[in-house]
Every structure is written in C-alpha cells, then in structure tokens.
C-alpha cells in the first residue's frame, strides 16, 4: 500500500515538531518545509527567525524526515504587510495572523504542497476536522486554553479538507510530555506569542519604522485635553500602557484606558476605569463575512469571540450579502474596528468576518 504523502509545516516549535513525530507514527510518508514569511532581519535579539530555522533542521534531523525550505516572504509582504499598514494608517486594529493564515499558510504553502503531489499538508494548530452530514468542518482543538480555531476562520472549506492537525486532539502538557520522551529538541521552547514580524518587541518601536507619527490630542472623556499621543496608529481600544498620562489634575489617581480613536479630529479619547460604560457595546457590523461552509442568509442563535482566548459570548447574528449583524446578549468590553468577529455553533467554527461598525 502506498503511503499518503504529507508536507508539515515546521515551524521550529514544539507543536509542529511533535506533529512530525506523530505523522510519521500514524504511517505517513512525512516530509517538512520551513515557511519564510519575513526577510527584513534587522539583527535584534527580537527576531528569532535564525534559531527557528536551525531548531527545525534539528528536529526534522531527529524525526529523519527531510526539511525544505520555501520562501513566501514576497507574497506576505503584498498580500498581509501592506494590508496591515494600511489599516494601521485607517485606524483600525488588523490582525495579520488572521490573514497570514488564510493568504499564506493555507493558501501559497497549501498550493505549493498540491503542486508537489503531497495528499495533505499539516501543522502544528490546535484545531481538529470534523466530517460532519458529508462537510468538512473546522472545530475547536481540545485544549480549551490552546485552541487556536480563531485564527484559521478564514480559511478555505477546500485546503481545509486537505489538512491534517496532528495535536489538535491534545493538550498542550500531552504535546510536551511527548515532546521529552522522544527527546526532541523543541520539547521545552517556550510558545511564540508575538505577531511573526515584530516577535516580542514592543510594538510601537517596530511599527514606526513603517507609520509615520500624526501626534493629536489627548481628550478626556469630559473633553479636557490631558496630553499628545504619537499618532492614532500606535493605540487600541481599552489599551492601559504606554500612554504617557501622569497625574492629572482635579481628577482621581487611577488608571486611563483608551476608549475611542476620533480619525477626523486625530483626537485619543481616554477615560478611568477599567469597567468604564463608553468601553462597551452589545451589537457590531462585519465588512465582509467569510465561512467555511455555506450558510443561508437569516437569523441564527450562535455564539462568538472578539478575540482570541475570550469565552464563547452568546449572540443573535442575521447573515445577508455576505455581511453579518451580532447583538450579544451582554455587553463586550472593546469592541474593536479591524479586528475579527469568529462564529461558533458549540465547538464548530463557522467562519467570521472584520469588525466595521460598533453600537
């Protein structure tokens, strides 16, 4: 019997590097590829893009599978970078990981292992596929606190049916324990947690080198002026640090939190309290709204995130031309313009779409 081909997506991680072992456990003929999406090394203890690299050669050496090495560094520049800027330049708040997963990992990656006669490819996500009434579905992986669903709600039904998620169905501490048994190097790396090009650096030192500052105003919400921000790019709504507000006379020593961005005005709207009522809204409008499988226009009782690790929030959500209307049944807390909105019936992940309006 020939065995069904499979590129992994090796990531230097442990997650990728224990779903090379359990691939190959479970009779695939496994080869891995290491994805460069970001070339501009800037030699910062930041960038760990070298030590990636190397961490995967060493695993795949381990695993005795072969590595390649594919650069798609061009295609995210066009296609997640320059998007990212130009919301940033908006007002808005993108998450290019979103996008890198929908226009690079599972579309440029995904095309590529097709054309090289791989069945399948896979990574390192905890997430799991489901067959469900002869769909293909995303669900959620089973680690509550890893699941990763929300990232990939984008994709396509069609790289999606052609994926495999080897740790989707563990947990994170199962995926370690794994990891020091076969003795792999990754088994005790720390988890990635910053955006891929800007890694752990504070985000407004990188993004100035692409934004250029329009310092404005800094109003309270009873519109006494208070301060200067740098520009309204560098900001997100309910952001507590890095604002540059002392002690502010006649009012109280607490802490200030954004709580609007006014483009017209280029003002930053502030205010106290982390529990402030101009933080939080009950219903949002989508730009555009992408599904893994087809749902027909009407009104459906679901649930929701507005970001990533937020508890499944109740919601009423009418679909129409490829737009959504959500009314949560509580209020949320930042709701934010550029940022994704993902649907959920109980553990499925139907797909989601970019904040547009807020009420």
Not at 144 to 166: G, M, R, V, W
Not at 219 to 242: A, N, P, V, W
Not at 267 to 284: C, E, K, T, W
Request: charged share 25%; glycine share 8%; net charge neutral.
């Amino acid at each position: 019997m020939v065995k069904k081909r499979v590129l992994l997506g090796l990531s230097g991680g442990v997650d990728s590097s224990v779903s090379g072992y359990l691939l190959k456990e479970q009779g695939f003929s496994v080869d891995a590829a290491f994805m460069r999406n970001w070339e501009d090394d800037d030699g910062s203890p930041y960038c760990s893009v070298k030590e990636d690299f190397m961490d995967a050669a060493f695993v795949a050496d381990q695993l005795g599978i072969k590595l390649l090495e594919v650069n798609f560094s061009e295609a995210y520049k066009k296609r997640v970078f320059s998007y990212f800027l130009s919301e940033l330049e908006a007002g808005r708040t993108p998450n290019p990981d979103i996008l890198c997963n929908k226009e690079i990992k599972f579309d440029k990656f995904y095309k590529y292992a097709i054309e090289n006669n791989y069945d399948f490819i896979a990574t390192g996500h905890y997430c799991q596929v489901r067959n469900i009434k002869d769909q293909v579905c995303l669900a959620k992986g089973k680690d509550n606190n890893k699941d990763q669903s929300y990232f990939l709600h984008s994709i396509s039904n069609k790289s999606l049916a052609k994926t495999l998620f080897p740790v989707g169905n563990l947990t994170k501490d199962h995926v370690r324990k794994i990891a020091s048994e076969q003795d792999l190097v990754t088994s005790t790396k720390k988890d990635s947690t910053g955006i891929c090009f800007i890694g752990e650096r504070p985000f407004p030192e990188f993004i100035q080198n692409y934004v250029q500052k329009k310092p404005g105003p800094i109003l309270t919400d009873q519109g006494d002026e208070i301060g200067t921000h740098i520009g309204l790019s560098f900001y997100t709504l309910g952001q507590r640090q890095g604002l540059g507000i002392g002690g502010v006379r006649n009012y109280p020593d607490l802490p200030w939190y954004v709580l609007k961005k006014d483009n017209e005005s280029n003002a930053l709207i502030v205010g106290q309290g982390n529990d402030n009522s101009l933080l939080f809204s009950s219903r949002l409008k989508t730009s555009n709204l992408e599904l893994i499988n087809d749902l027909e226009d009407g009104t459906y009782d679901l649930n929701a995130k507005i970001r990533y690790r937020q508890a499944d929030q109740s919601c009423e959500v009418k679909i129409k031309d490829k737009k959504a209307e959500i009314t949560f049944k509580n209020p949320q807390r930042a709701i934010t313009h550029g940022q994704s909105v993902v649907l959920y019936s109980k553990d499925i992940c139907l797909g989601g779409g970019e904040i547009k309006e807020v009420y």
